[in-house]
């Protein structure tokens, strides 16, 4: 999937297909001078998952993984609050009162961008062929990451 990112409505398309992907507060890159942010994630594909083993109690599962970046231009300034290394994706909303894009994140990660307007883009990288992610669903829906 390519989008380019000039309106709320795309935002909350690529906001919706990168719910719950992971990221490394490490590899968020934000280059002042150039007023430019960039973000690579790692999501599950779900709508491929394999079914490996299912007893009465809990199916085991795999799905092949995809990186995909995400970045955005004529950012002036970015705020990053975070304590853990890696994190998940809940949100992105824009503040069009204050021009900002805010991530909001699963482990508590907050980034703020201050943007001159909504220019950024969107691409699916590539198949992540190291190994698929394995995963344990329980019979109430209970889902257990292995990561």
């Keep these: 999937m390519k989008v380019i990112i000039d309106s709320v409505e795309k935002l909350n398309c690529v906001a919706r297909y990168i719910h719950d992907a992971m990221f490394e507060i490490d590899k968020v890159i934000f280059k002042e001078q150039n007023k430019f942010f960039g973000l690579e994630v790692i999501r599950v594909l779900y709508e491929e998952a394999v079914v490996r083993k299912k007893t009465f109690l809990y199916k085991?599962?795999?799905?092949?993984?995809?990186?995909?970046?995400?970045?955005f231009k004529c950012v002036n300034k970015m705020k990053l609050n975070s304590t853990e290394p890696t994190d998940f994706i809940n949100k992105i909303k824009y503040d069009s009162r204050n021009q900002q894009i805010k991530f909001s994140c699963v482990k508590g990660t907050k980034i703020c961008l201050d943007v001159e307007r909504m220019e950024g883009k969107f691409d699916d990288i590539e198949k992540i062929s190291e190994g698929?992610?394995?995963?344990?669903?329980?019979?109430?829906?209970l889902e257990i990451e292995n990561w």
């Design 132 to 141: 698929r992610h394995k995963f344990t669903v329980l019979f109430w829906g």
């Design 60 to 71: 085991i599962m795999s799905a092949p993984k995809l990186r995909s970046s995400l970045s």
